[in-house]
Structure formats: C-alpha cells, structure tokens
C-alpha cells in the first residue's frame, strides 16, 4: 500500500511563476518528510525537509509546508526558474531511518 | 569526492541469469540502502544496512540478496532473474538518523536493469 501519495504526475509552470507540489500521507506515525530532486539519468537528491513540530521550513527559494491534520504536505517553488525541471519526490519517515517515497511530480519550467 | 558510486549503468539480462549490482561510498556512511524505482512508482526499498556485517529487508526483498562486508561495500545480488526486476536500481547511504542529519540519504546515479 502506498503510504505517501503524489496524485499529480506533471506540472507545468511559467519561469518566474510558483510551482506548488503536493503530498499526501496516510501513516500518522510519520515524523519527518522530505522532499528530493531527480534529473534523468541521476540519482535523486535531497532538496529541503521538515519535523512534524514544525509546519514550515524555508531554504532559499523552496519552503515545506506540513498540515498534520490534513496528513498534507506541499513544497512551493518561488520564483520558478528553468533548472528546476526536474521530478521531485515527497518522502517521510517514522523514528526509524528508512523512508517511504511518493511516485514523484514531474515538473517543468517553460521559459 | 566521489560519494556513492554504482556499477553498471546499464545491463541487460537473461530470465534465470544471476549478476551483482555493485555500490560503493567514500563517505564513511554506516546507513546504506537498496531502492528500486519502477515507472510511476516511488522508490521502493529491497534491503538496508546499518553497518558492516548486519542487513535487514526492507519492503521488497524477494529476489534478491545482500551482504555488507566492508563499511564502504554493499553489493546487491540478483539469482534467477525475472522480467520483474526490470527496473532502476538505486544505492544510497546515510549517516545514522538524527535531526542533524535531516536523514540527509545521498544517493548514487542509478543501475537500469533489463530482463528479457
């Protein structure tokens, strides 16, 4: 059973604009999410995370936002630039150290 | 600085062939684990490590098998290959999980694995 849900594939969004990503998650236990980047032909990489203490973490262009009692999460993009083509992938975590991914957004950035 | 290196890239194989995905890190990672991605799927984990001489399943591990002989060494080995196991395989390794590390994983660039 897929306990982390991204139920949006694909997104395309003008350079310069939000891109906002959605996660869901079914697993109350989860304690920790992270959202990762993947470009073809690469491994994904860490992009930003948050605790369930917080319900808001910010680095630079990316912020994560968590809704615990929506079981919600979503990473906003501002201002969407052309490198941020990419798949991105939602993850959590319960106190142990493996994670549980989302099937990934595919994101692109027009000019 | 290498990271997490995985060979080979590419590989095709025969049902009922055996091969060994091999994965190594330079970065003193003791937390080491095996994913594979199928399409429209999230990263499914196969096997994990948390140090040398000790393995565990993860959500997949049918199939498949592991050992951990070295901190840097995790190589994932196939038996009797199906047309199941076609996927992208993917090494990553942490250190051990704590809010310092924001569970941190770093990943290598994947093996693509085909069986025919």
């Known amino acids: 059973d897929q306990q982390v849900k991204q139920n949006s594939p694909s997104l395309s969004v003008q350079e310069g604009r939000i891109s906002i990503l959605n996660c869901d998650y079914t697993n109350s236990m989860f304690d920790y999410f992270l959202w990762y980047k993947k470009y073809p032909a690469e491994g994904p990489t860490f992009l930003i995370s948050?605790?369930?203490?917080?319900d808001k973490n910010e680095d630079g262009r990316f912020t994560v936002f968590l809704n615990k009692s929506a079981k919600h999460l979503s990473l906003h993009i501002v201002p969407s630039q052309p490198g941020d083509s990419a798949v991105y992938f939602c993850a959590a975590s319960t106190d142990d150290y493996k994670l549980s991914f989302g099937a990934g957004t595919t994101v692109t950035v027009r000019a | 600085n290498a990271g997490v290196t995985q060979t080979p890239k590419f590989r095709i194989l025969k049902i009922g062939q055996s091969m060994t995905l091999q994965c190594t890190q330079d970065?003193?990672?003791?937390?080491m684990y095996w994913y594979r991605q199928d399409p429209g799927m999230g990263l499914k984990l196969i096997y994990y490590s948390v140090g040398a001489g000790i393995t565990d399943k993860g959500e997949v591990p049918n199939g498949y098998n592991v050992s951990r002989s070295t901190t840097e060494d995790f190589p994932l080995r196939l038996e009797l290959a199906a047309p199941s196991q076609t996927s992208v395989y993917f090494c990553?390794?942490?250190?051990?999980?704590?809010?310092?590390?924001?569970?941190?994983?770093?990943f290598g660039s994947g093996t693509r694995l085909t069986v025919v």
């Open positions: 948050i605790s369930s203490i917080k």
């Open positions: 990553a390794s942490s250190y051990p999980p704590g809010r310092q590390s924001n569970y941190g994983y770093t």
């Open positions: 970065m003193n990672h003791n937390y």
